[in-house]
């Protein structure tokens, strides 16, 4: 009929029992739980992995894969399926893996560690993509009108954003800090499982979450009893404290399944670790006997060489830039460290610390900062040397301690960045590992590492290195030069330690 027009047609989807309010926390808290899931895993991980860039690049492109695939697929699925069907075993069946996650992993690790990758992809994997897939239900449910729909599109995945921030700095700054990891996640898997009910009840859809409260239930009592049990959970790792098995009064600092630091409470000047008897010949002949130092030491650990100065040398202030403060309160509460031993704990990070003391100040600054097996690239560059070399004074020394294997490409470079600020480098280790020895004997493990612009005087470290027993040799001069090669320096512009990093053993020592 001329002159008539036609209404355009609207599309309707019933909205029962989900509101724009019930959507938004739906949204919200989904996005905030993936990414909660993404940081807990990474902790989880570190003491089997290693806490390293590619472990971390690992995760955060396991998460993004399963925000991805859930998105999509749940956009597919809810076209297909009432979306009032899937929102509630989406989050009951995420809170349910999530609640399990602590022992499967440890337990994977422990009996099974061939398959961990797999195992730990699929921890992350499917509460990711099921939590990720609630977004575009909840968002089909929302769409009453093609009018509307950039709006409610837009809407939601603003609100799913800012979720995904308050998990990711909720989860950094106050759950981490303050609960272990196994109590974040069986935590956060019983809020997912309510969060089912809480669906089930206003859609009267799925009546799963009374079997799924069970398996978050199962899950807890499993964490209690699977191995990997830290006796501490710090901020950055899973500590534990183990009595010397030969009996006696030392305690051995293992953090993240690496021992870290051996102190023996009733003597300070018992030095167990190979690397740490090479450090102390290393001051011991650099400095006169007994002379009181002023020293800095980046990274603490169980903060055995400023226990062995205090001791050795009274009257020497050590001041210790250590950036996990669990750590500082296992020294207290467990290392015996009391407040007259001369040593001084700040806890923040190396490279901060190295900026906010005064130029010549120190008489010697000491390298021993971790994390995992790799020493922070920030600690390793040429402008932290530059800064290293501003603090001491002009008998200062530096001495470090380096972890590498098999091409010791990271080691090379390292003392390569030295030799480009300091006057005078040389390196102590295995014969084998420092060009002394056949290479085919090399096994890599710790390398000390000392740099000053004053001479050293290295007959008499190696006099006090076999005194120790160690059977270490020290290479400089043309010997080092011929070892280092034509390896790149680190800088803040391009220091890829991670990568420069050879395998290792989770046996070996630092």
Same mark, same amino acid.
């Given at each position: 009929?001329?002159?008539?027009?036609?209404?355009?047609?609207?599309?309707?989807?019933?909205?029962?029992?989900?509101?724009?309010?019930?959507?938004?926390?739906?949204? !919200?808290?989904?996005?905030?739980?993936?990414?909660?899931?993404?940081?807990?895993?990474?902790?989880?991980?570190?003491?089997?992995?290693?806490?390293?860039?590619?472990?971390?690049?690992?995760?955060? %492109?396991?998460?993004?894969?399963?925000?991805?695939?859930?998105?999509?697929?749940?956009?597919?699925?809810?076209?297909?399926?009432?979306?009032?069907?899937?929102?509630?075993?989406? #989050?009951?069946?995420?809170?349910?893996?999530?609640?399990?996650?602590?022992?499967?992993?440890?337990?994977?690790?422990?009996?099974?560690?061939?398959?961990?990758?797999?195992?730990?992809?699929?921890? &992350?994997?499917?509460?990711?993509?099921?939590?990720?897939?609630?977004?575009?239900?909840?968002?089909?449910?929302?769409?009453?009108?093609?009018?509307?729909?950039?709006?409610?599109?837009?809407?939601?995945? %603003?609100?799913?954003?800012?979720?995904?921030?308050?998990?990711?700095?909720?989860?950094?700054?106050?759950?981490?800090?303050?609960?272990?990891?196994?109590? &974040?996640?069986?935590? #956060?898997?019983?809020?997912?499982?309510?969060?089912?009910?809480?669906?089930?009840?206003?859609?009267?859809?799925?009546?799963?979450?009374?079997?799924?409260?069970?398996?978050?239930?199962?899950?807890?009592?499993?964490?209690?009893?699977?191995?990997?049990?830290?006796?501490?959970?710090?901020?950055?790792?899973?500590?534990?404290?183990?009595?010397?098995?030969?009996?006696?009064?030392?305690?051995?600092?293992?953090?993240?399944?690496?021992?870290?630091?051996?102190?023996?409470?009733?003597?300070?000047?018992?030095?167990?670790?190979?690397?740490?008897?090479?450090?102390?010949?290393?001051?011991?002949?650099?400095?006169?006997?007994?002379?009181?130092?002023?020293?800095?030491?980046?990274?603490?650990?169980?903060?055995? #060489?400023?226990?062995?100065?205090?001791?050795?040398?009274?009257?020497?202030?050590?001041?210790?830039?250590?950036?996990?403060?669990?750590?500082?309160?296992?020294?207290?509460?467990?290392?015996?460290?009391?407040?007259?031993?001369?040593?001084?704990?700040?806890?923040?990070?190396?490279?901060?610390?190295?900026?906010?003391?005064?130029?010549?100040?120190?008489?010697?600054?000491?390298?021993?900062? !971790?994390?995992?097996?790799?020493?922070?690239?920030?600690?390793?560059?040429?402008?932290?040397?530059?800064?290293?070399?501003?603090?001491?004074?002009?008998?200062? #020394?530096?001495?470090?301690?380096?972890?590498?294997?098999?091409?010791?490409? !990271?080691?090379?470079?390292?003392?390569?960045?030295?030799?480009?600020?300091?006057?005078?480098?040389?390196?102590?280790?295995?014969?084998?590992? &420092? %060009?002394?020895?056949?290479?085919?004997?090399?096994?890599?493990?710790?390398?000390?590492?000392?740099?000053?612009?004053?001479?050293?005087?290295?007959?008499?470290?190696?006099?006090?290195?076999?005194?120790?027993?160690?059977?270490?040799?020290?290479?400089?001069?043309?010997?080092?030069?011929?070892?280092?090669?034509?390896?790149?320096?680190?800088?803040?512009?391009?220091?890829?330690?991670?990568?420069?990093?050879?395998?290792?053993?989770?046996?070996?020592?630092?």
């Amino acid at each position: 009929m001329t002159g008539s027009s036609t209404s355009p047609v609207v599309e309707s989807t019933p909205r029962a029992g989900l509101g724009p309010r019930a959507a938004a926390i739906l949204v !919200f808290a989904s996005s905030a739980a993936v990414l909660v899931v993404e940081i807990v895993a990474l902790r989880l991980l570190a003491p089997y992995l290693g806490l390293t860039l590619e472990t971390s690049t690992l995760v955060i %492109g396991i998460a993004l894969t399963a925000i991805a695939f859930g998105s999509w697929l749940g956009g597919q699925i809810a076209d297909q399926v009432d979306p009032r069907r899937l929102i509630g075993p989406s #989050l009951g069946v995420s809170g349910a893996v999530v609640a399990l996650t602590p022992a499967v992993l440890r337990s994977t690790a422990e009996w099974a560690p061939a398959v961990l990758l797999v195992i730990a992809s699929l921890t &992350i994997l499917v509460p990711g993509a099921l939590l990720s897939a609630v977004t575009p239900f909840v968002t089909k449910l929302r769409l009453t009108s093609l009018a509307e729909t950039g709006t409610v599109v837009g809407r939601l995945s %603003g609100i799913g954003t800012v979720g995904a921030i308050v998990g990711t700095v909720l989860t950094g700054f106050v759950l981490v800090s303050r609960l272990p990891v196994s109590g &974040i996640l069986l935590g #956060l898997g019983a809020l997912l499982v309510a969060g089912s009910a809480w669906v089930e009840w206003r859609t009267r859809g799925w009546t799963g979450a009374p079997a799924l409260a069970l398996v978050v239930a199962a899950g807890g009592l499993a964490a209690t009893v699977a191995p990997g049990s830290c006796d501490v959970e710090t901020k950055y790792h899973c500590a534990r404290v183990v009595a010397d098995p030969g009996g006696g009064n030392g305690r051995t600092l293992v953090l993240d399944g690496l021992r870290h630091s051996y102190v023996d409470l009733d003597d300070p000047t018992r030095l167990k670790f190979e690397y740490v008897r090479a450090v102390a010949s290393v001051v011991d002949a650099a400095f006169p006997q007994g002379e009181p130092l002023v020293a800095h030491h980046l990274g603490g650990g169980g903060l055995t #060489l400023p226990r062995y100065l205090a001791a050795t040398r009274p009257g020497t202030r050590s001041l210790v830039s250590e950036i996990d403060g669990g750590v500082v309160r296992i020294n207290h509460d467990h290392l015996g460290l009391r407040p007259e031993a001369g040593v001084d704990v700040r806890v923040e990070d190396g490279r901060l610390g190295l900026r906010r003391l005064d130029t010549g100040s120190r008489d010697l600054v000491v390298g021993d900062a !971790f994390g995992g097996v790799s020493v922070p690239w920030h600690l390793t560059t040429a402008e932290a040397m530059s800064d290293v070399r501003r603090v001491l004074n002009h008998e200062g #020394l530096y001495v470090a301690n380096l972890i590498d294997h098999g091409g010791m490409d !990271f080691a090379r470079a390292e003392v390569a960045t030295l030799g480009e600020t300091f006057a005078h480098v040389a390196l102590l280790g295995e014969p084998a590992d &420092i %060009g002394l020895g056949p290479a085919a004997a090399s096994k890599g493990g710790n390398l000390v590492v000392l740099a000053s612009d004053r001479p050293v005087d290295l007959r008499a470290i190696q006099t006090a290195l076999d005194a120790r027993h160690t059977g270490w040799k020290i290479a400089t001069g043309d010997d080092l030069a011929s070892w280092t090669g034509a390896a790149r320096l680190l800088t803040d512009d391009h220091a890829p330690v991670d990568q420069l990093l050879q395998p290792y053993s989770p046996q070996d020592g630092q």
